[in-house]
């Protein structure tokens, strides 16, 4: 019997690019799935909000349904506590742990890494809105506009998002970046049109909330689900801005250690 010469000679080496990255993204989002204050934040917060304030009245919400106004806010505050103070939260717990310098010395690139982070957070995206949009039909949500600007806000908003999320991980301490992210979620869920109408607020203070990622998003989806607007273009000048600031100012400044 006779062989081939090398049929069995080692070929190591690392799996193709997109294989590690599905790899790292599956593992990315079970975990995130698995994270009970992740839930909280991603899930069970954005749902009693919307029932809630829709059931009850609580906040003058303006003429129509109540649902009509605050089913784009949820939308936009579920994008926010995934790619902003979700990730925030986990990654800056994984840099502090070692998790981040494991992983870049092992064959998956820190751009995969990134990519797979991203994927992740836009698989828990697309579950958080269909959760919502089956809750807010319930309701009596009647949407409509164009589903192309609808897109377009949420990929803005999620890059802006996590932008702003990465750039505060890989820049605090982890403890100060859990303390930070719940604030500013805190913050924005009063003050960023999502429950609470930005004409509420003195003139002076709207116009710096007018220019939050938070109020771009869900003033944008509420102009286009609610109002039939074309396409939002002032909001989504907003939102690429921060996304150009905070995916920029993160890849600078971003501490693996």
């Known amino acids: 019997m006779t062989t081939t010469s090398g049929t069995f000679t080692p070929d190591p080496g690392a799996a193709p690019l997109s294989r590690m990255i599905r790899a790292q993204a599956a593992l ?6 698995r994270n009970g204050e992740q839930l909280l934040l991603t899930v069970v917060i954005p749902t009693l909000l919307l029932v809630l304030f829709s059931a009850v009245d609580i906040v003058d919400t303006g003429e129509g349904k109540a649902v009509d106004f ?3 806010g949820v939308l936009a505050l579920a994008v926010m506590s995934t790619a902003f103070t ?3 939260i986990a ?3 994984e840099r502090r742990y070692g998790v981040l310098k494991r992983l870049a010395a092992s064959p998956l690139p820190r751009t995969g ?3 797979a982070k991203t994927c992740s957070v836009l698989v828990t995206e697309v579950l958080q809105i269909a959760l919502l949009t089956v809750i807010a039909f319930a309701l009596g949500w009647s949407p409509h506009g164009n589903p192309f600007a609808v897109v377009l806000l949420l990929l803005l908003g999620t890059a802006a998002f996590s932008g702003l999320g990465l750039l505060m991980a890989g820049t605090l301490k982890a403890e100060v970046t859990l303390a930070a992210a719940n604030l500013v979620f805190l913050l924005l869920l009063v003050g960023g049109g999502v429950i609470v109408p930005l004409e509420k607020f003195p003139d002076a203070a709207r116009t710096v909330l007018e220019l939050l990622p938070i109020s771009a998003l869900s003033d944008g989806l509420r102009d286009v689900l609610r109002d039939g607007a074309a396409m939002p273009w002032a909001d989504l000048g907003i939102l690429a801005g921060w996304a150009v600031l905070g995916l920029g100012a993160a890849g600078r400044l971003f501490r693996w250690e």
Do not use: D
């Not at 990315?28 to 799935?33: A, G, H, I, P, S």
């Open 28 to 33: 990315e989002t079970r975990m995130l799935l």
């Open 91 to 93: 990654t800056g717990f």
């Open 70 to 72: 605050l089913a784009p």
């Open 86 to 88: 979700g990730q925030a």
């Open 113 to 115: 890494l990134m990519a």
